[in-house]
């Protein structure tokens, strides 16, 4: 190779570590933009608050605000009336646990004066441990419009917390973070019934826990009344994208129907899965029924055949999820109590369902080809 050859290499492995040098600059650019507009949103809106703004300035306020900053700022997006409003609203709803109710009785003007003093001690005091608090909170890391869908649809900050950090973790889009919040993530995730304590070291039981949801929103599917679990099965593959995200992140999809020798027999796992996150195989069973006891010991055979069969030494144990129509608790948690493999139990929703005999009501090919010929 020559100097040429060489010079050549040497510039084209330089130019690849500055494009990604200046795409990392370019992330960080956006993430401190991003930081500094909620931090200009989140001190407007304290404004408005703490002067009482609307109070002074009556009713058409966030008019007369929205005019006088387009105004000065015609190039710069974010002044409109709702946004203003948001900015009002988004302080609020992340202090409303601090805020401080203030009522002034009956009293000479002097006795106001000194209430109003004591009234604006306090709230800066507040407003000073407030921001102390949320200077890097997490609230500050995600962008505007994500906080808009979450503020004005979570009925709790611990909610509303939840959305943000799941956001933060998982990179979602704000299309994807919608979808989460229709399907109400924050009530299901954690809900299903498991022995993962019993079964599992601390920390993975713990995460296991987060992970599974129940229950689980099938509505992406449409199936027949009286439908059996191979048609769930190929329903779930075939649309195997939304099924991942229903799951939710991590689970990396094996395949179905996947092959396991136990003994002398070849035996067939409904679905098979990894999770980035507990580095562990997921051994999934659907059922198309309700619960019986008999099934966690068929989901334990599994699970113990992809420990012995496929585990490596730097994978976490497996745990195995029944995803059932419906469950009795109780007799999902003596189902828990009678296996020593960690197992998890949750149902499905699904609202997609057409009468049993729909397919025979509808037209075959010959049928519709023979309509076409009459036409003719």
Partial sequence: MNKLENNNNDYRQ?????????RQSQIKAAVRVNEELLRLYWDMGQDIVVRQMEATWGSKFFEKLSKDLRSEFPYMK?????????????????????????QIGDTNRHQIGDNLQRFDNEQSAIRQQVVDELQTHPIFQIPWGHHTLIFTRC???????????????NGWSRAVLDHFMDANLYAKQGKALTNFSRHLPDVQSDLANQILKDPYNFDFITLTDGYRERELEDALTTNITKFLIELGQGFA???RQVPVKIGKKELFIDLLFYHTELRCFVVVELKANELELEHTGKLGGYVAAVNHQRKKETDNPTIGLIICKNKDDVI??????????PIGISEYKLSNLLPENYKSSLPSIEEIEEGLKKVN
């Fill in 155 to 169: 009925k709790s900050v611990q909610e509303a917390l939840f959305y943000v950090q799941k956001t933060i973790e």
């Fill in 253 to 255: 999809y094996l395949g």
């Fill in 332 to 341: 999902a948690q003596y189902a828990l109590e009678s296996t020593n493999q």
């Fill in 78 to 102: 974010g002044f409109s009336v709702t946004n203003l409003k948001y900015s009002k609203y988004f302080y609020q709803f992340y202090t409303q646990d601090v805020s401080i109710q203030h």
């Fill in 14 to 22: 330089w130019l690849i570590d500055l494009k990604t040098k200046i």
